[in-house]
């Protein structure tokens, strides 16, 4: 993916691929109030081609992405700005000041998120530390103009003429989708402060379930947290492995540890 994330679900799209198959199958529309890097949304879009896409995020950076690939001449836009290698310095502008301009803020999402290890944007500990003395070397390795401007393209041709993107908080968006089926991937509820630029409190994450278990249908992914199933408790949850969380070592090192998250079905 061309946006990397926090607890992006690229990686799990074939464990996924059952319950998008109940969610979707003969549905004429499909929405996500939580877009991110938009892997599931790639997902769905390659295997329902008549499938119309409604994509929300509360990131303006994110839903400018979206909007520039919807359009084949932003989506152009964006694959020559990309050809300018990003600094240290115009990453910190973009996580400072937002641009006004749509192919701005799309170059600054792919900077923002190709130059924060494993997308996690807040945690100092993958940003290069304090110093920032490794993130130069990290920036270089992760800016490919060619493959990004391929994936741009390939976005394109799977979403033109039948995306909707739209910025709002995931609460308002599901309120207002109640009746399509929807995928939703909120940030994390323990440690979702410290990972994203938009992250929610508790108690908005306990609105965004009281909505949605009132939808037709929906697949929630979430951190495996005590939380999680007092708000969702009633509703069938499963759980599968992962391997994307942070935490630090008795060396005062981070790692990645095994994790398991849940997915809620309404």
Not at 7 to 28: A, C, I, M, N, Q
Not at 136 to 141: A, N, Q, S
């Amino acid at each position: 993916m061309v946006l990397k994330n926090a607890g992006s679900k690229s990686r799990y799209l074939t464990l996924l691929d059952p319950y998008f198959s109940w969610l979707v199958d003969g549905e004429s529309a499909y929405g996500e109030p939580c877009v991110a890097g938009g892997s599931t949304l790639i997902r769905l879009a390659e295997k329902y081609p008549h499938l119309r896409l409604l994509a929300n995020d509360l990131n303006p950076y994110v839903t400018a992405f979206w909007e520039a690939v919807s359009r084949k001449e932003t989506a152009e836009a964006l694959c020559e700005r990309l050809k300018e290698i990003p600094t240290l310095q115009s990453r910190a502008e973009f996580l400072h000041h937002e641009p006004h301009d749509l192919i701005e803020r799309a170059y600054g999402a792919v900077v923002i998120a190709r130059t924060s290890r494993s997308g996690i944007v807040r945690a100092k500990m993958f940003n290069g530390g304090r110093d920032e003395t490794h993130l130069g070397k990290h920036l270089l390795e992760h800016w490919n103009p060619d493959f990004m401007c391929r994936e741009i393209r390939r976005y394109h041709q799977l979403v033109a003429g039948r995306l909707v993107v739209s910025q709002v908080d995931a609460r308002l968006f599901a309120e207002s989708h109640l009746r399509i089926p929807m995928f939703v991937d909120p940030p994390y509820v323990k440690e979702g402060h410290k990972l994203y630029r938009c992250s929610m409190s508790l108690d908005e994450h306990r609105a965004l379930a009281t909505t949605l278990k009132r939808a037709r249908a929906a697949v929630i992914t979430y951190d495996h947290c005590p939380e999680v199933l007092k708000m969702y408790a009633g509703c069938r949850i499963d759980q599968f492995p992962t391997s994307y969380s942070a935490d630090r070592t008795p060396s005062n090192n981070y790692q990645l540890k095994q994790l398991n998250e849940l997915i809620v079905i309404i």
